[in-house]
Antibody
Framework: EVELLESGGGLVQPGGSLRLSCVGS????????MSWVRQAPGKGLEWVST????????YYADSVKGRFAISRDNSRNMMYLQMSSLRVEDTAIYYC??????????????WGQGIPVTVSS | EIVLTQSPATLSLSPGERATLSCRAS??????LAWYQQKPGQAPRLLVY???NRATGIPARFSGSGSGTDFTLTISSLEPEDFAVYYC?????????FGQGTRVDI
């Protein structure tokens, strides 16, 4: 059974930084495209970033480009999202998501339970 | 950026009824559309991918159709556990985008 578990969220001041982690199990982690998707309180889903299985190809939403950095360590079945210059509007639940198939952009067949990030002074 | 418009915003139905949810893309996306279900406090769950392929473990009462710009998710007979918010998502081009959601209420 595929499992994804996020960690690292919390409260941070505007302009601050935070690193989210996602550990995967139940599948060959390095063979799959992985992504981060977020959901602001009471709002819909917003794609944030996607990383190829090898880690060589990275994609970002315009809203986070230049501030967020996605990476992975396939030896540890881990994916990361380094978030810098955080803004109030980055407040959301952040989900780690696994791609279905090899196509890009991906759809997501497995999701973590989500981790809240609050940016507030 | 491709904009996905879902309608209606809210659908009020009873168990056993048929639900028809619509998703319209601002430009053609071939068959690259997925549908997700989200219940309060839970992560989204993939129902249908590439317009008409049911995801693993999804009951047969869920079906997807459409291509180009117009897509439909049909729930043939609503079960109590189907009352939730449904999102469509396009993966035709970057950035992949989601619709604003349709809430299916009792």
């Amino acid at each position: 059974e595929v499992e994804l578990l996020e960690s690292g969220g919390g409260l941070v001041q505007p302009g601050g930084s935070l690193r989210l982690s996602c550990v995967g199990s139940g599948f060959t982690f390095g063979s799959y495209v992985m992504s981060w998707v977020r959901q602001a309180p009471g709002k819909g889903l917003e794609w944030v970033s996607t990383l190829s299985g090898s880690g060589s190809s990275k994609y970002y939403a315009d809203s986070v480009k230049g501030r967020f950095a996605i990476s992975r360590d396939n030896s540890r079945n881990m994916m990361y999202l380094q978030m810098s210059s955080l803004r109030v509007e980055d407040t959301a639940i952040y989900y780690c998501a696994k791609a279905i198939g090899m196509g890009l952009p991906p759809s997501f067949d497995s999701w973590g339970q989500g981790i809240p990030v609050t940016v507030s002074s | 950026e491709i904009v996905l418009t879902q309608s209606p915003a809210t659908l009020s139905l009873s168990p056993g009824e048929r639900a028809t949810l619509s998703c319209r893309a601002s430009q053609t996306i071939a068959h690259f559309l997925a549908w997700y279900q989200q219940k309060p406090g839970q992560a989204p769950r993939l129902l249908v991918y590439d317009a008409s392929n049911r995801a693993t473990g999804i009951p047969a009462r869920f079906s997807g159709s459409g291509s180009g710009t117009d897509f439909t998710l049909t729930i043939s007979s609503l079960e109590p556990e189907d009352f939730a918010v449904y999102y469509c998502q396009q993966r035709s081009m970057w950035p992949q985008t989601f619709g604003q959601g349709t809430r299916v209420d009792i």
